[in-house]
């Protein structure tokens, strides 16, 4: 084997070695920008769905906040689902459920939600949330503190929201 085809193999190995890591790395930097740190505001978590409902208008009214239901609806299999016509029309499955906080902004307003489709959040709850955001935003604080002076129990937790293509 001459010189010049040790070097070809030498350097066909490095360069399939190196185009690998750099593709891990790049996959790797493409799924950090796929999910976005999200805080999350929870007043109360239950495993009764119409028991989170009541207590999200109650904590609505006392805190004269907003409401978005996104017109969810309980699931027997998935725990909550949006509509079957919302579904489809997003080219999903039924039954679909997405997260709250996909779209990156800061809100304030009540909602029920799904604990198990939150990443690091216990299984099997209907969660009553007040607010999400960007964990420096001091909004978040100042959330909290206006619900304590109703809800003593309500925490913020931090979580990662999938903010890529769904389908």
Known sequence: MTLLNRFIIIFSFVAISVSGQVVD?????QQEYLWKK????IL??????????VFAANARKLLNAGSDDRDLEQHDGLGLT???????EE??????????GRDGQDSLWTSVDL???YTGFANGYFIVILAHG?????????????AH???PDAYLKLTEVYIGCMH
């Open 25 to 29: 790395s790049n996959d790797s930097l």
């Open 38 to 41: 999200q805080s999350f505001l």
């Open 91 to 100: 080219g999903d499955t039924y039954p679909c459920y997405v997260v709250r």
């Open 115 to 117: 604990s198990s489709a």
């Open 134 to 146: 960007n964990p420096e935003n001091p909004f978040l604080r100042e959330a909290l503190d206006r």
């Open 44 to 53: 109360k978590s239950t495993r009764d769905y119409n028991e989170a409902r």
């Open 149 to 151: 002076k109703f809800f």
């Open 82 to 88: 949006l509509p079957k016509s919302v579904c489809l």
